[in-house]
Every structure is written in structure tokens, then in C-alpha cells.
């Protein structure tokens, strides 16, 4: 009787834990310039209408006053500049992929992820569709990035000389990293403690 008493209990604690995971996963459209994304660990403040895509806050839920993001260095928008793509090559003139005006979304399977996006089209001068992609997971304090780059013929030829994420953290708050295999020629793990 005591273990399928307290099996049942267990049962019904993952149930409930695995509801709150559930409900945690969450995008808000602010405004036209201001979507909000957070996943029960983090959240993430993005501009939709920006040409860099940057998420320019960042803060733990716990402490939401805390922001995260190094607020000294700011982008043309006027937003710190936060976690954002830096590229060079053909398209990366104008930020991100084109000179077209990007377009934004996002997906949300309720419980698994959240994905969010900017997209720039191919045009004259630059070949590539970019999107540039965010996502959150339930409880997880890590934004996860990837690109998607589809080439059009249709307008020429392009290349891409680099492509890197930046996150420009608050030095209040992240004054030592640990990086790992953080480029081609930076392979191991290394520490850095600021002065």
C-alpha cells in the first residue's frame, strides 16, 4: 500500500513539473520594435524592425533588474548592441544579408522550444536569403543561434568571409568566461578575468 502511495505521488510531482516546463515558453509582441521572449531561467528583449536583429537585454528571471548585456556599446537603433550576428563579405555591408528590409517570426511548440527569427532576402548585390535564428528551451539559461543561408543565382554571385556571433556581456556581472573551442584557431578551453 506505502509504495503504490508513494509511487503514485511521484507520478502525479512529474506530471506537475513537467506542466510548469510547459507553460513557461513564451513570445510577446511588445510593440512593432519590441518582442519579449522568456523561458523560466531567462528572458530576452529583441528588436523585430532592427537591420542587426540584436537581442539587447538579457536578464535571469530571478533578478530581471540585473540586465545582462554590456549597455556602453549601442547600434544604430539606439539599443545596446547585446547578442547579435557580425559578419563580413558580400552582404554584410548593410548588417545583415541585404539592404532589403528584413522580416521577423517566430514558432512556439508549446513545452519543446521557442524560434525566432529576422530574415533578409536575396537581391541585386546580394544572392543569399539570411535568417538569423534565436531559440529558447524550457528552464534552460542559453540561447541558442543558427543561421539558415539560401543562395539565388538569380542574382550573381556572393561569398561570405566570416560568420560569428557577438555577445557583448555586462562586465558587472560577467567579469570571468571560460571560452571552448571558440574559433579555428583558438581550439581548448582558455580562461579570461578581466583587470
Not at 7 to 17: W, Y
Not at 122 to 148: K, M, Q, R
Not at 161 to 173: A, L, M, P
Request: aromatic share 14%; proline share 5%; hydrophobic share 35%.
Amino acid at each position: 500500500m506505502n509504495r503504490t502511495l508513494v509511487f503514485a505521488a511521484l507520478v502525479l510531482l512529474l506530471g506537475m513539473f513537467s506542466a510548469r516546463a510547459d507553460a513557461q515558453l513564451s513570445l510577446t509582441e511588445n510593440s512593432s520594435t519590441e518582442w519579449t521572449a522568456t523561458n523560466g531561467t531567462i528572458t530576452a528583449v529583441f528588436d523585430p524592425s532592427s537591420t542587426g536583429g540584436e537581442i539587447y537585454e538579457i536578464y535571469l528571471n530571478a533578478y530581471p533588474s540585473d540586465d545582462l548585456v554590456d549597455t556602453t556599446q549601442t547600434g544604430g537603433d539606439g539599443n545596446p548592441k547585446g547578442l547579435y550576428m557580425d559578419n563580413d563579405g558580400t552582404c554584410m555591408s548593410s548588417g545583415i544579408g541585404s539592404s532589403a528590409t528584413p522580416t521577423a517570426s517566430y514558432h512556439l511548440d508549446s513545452g519543446h522550444y521557442l524560434d525566432w527569427w529576422m530574415t533578409w532576402p536575396a537581391e541585386s548585390g546580394c544572392p543569399f536569403t539570411i535568417s538569423l535564428h534565436y531559440v529558447l528551451f524550457p528552464n534552460d539559461p542559453t540561447i541558442w543561434t543558427y543561421y539558415v543561408t539560401t543562395y539565388d543565382s538569380a542574382y550573381g554571385s556572393g561569398n561570405f568571409g566570416q560568420v560569428q556571433y557577438v555577445d557583448r556581456v555586462s562586465w558587472t556581472y560577467l567579469y570571468d568566461t571560460y571560452e571552448y573551442n571558440e574559433g579555428l584557431n583558438n581550439l581548448g578551453g582558455w580562461p579570461l578575468t578581466l583587470p
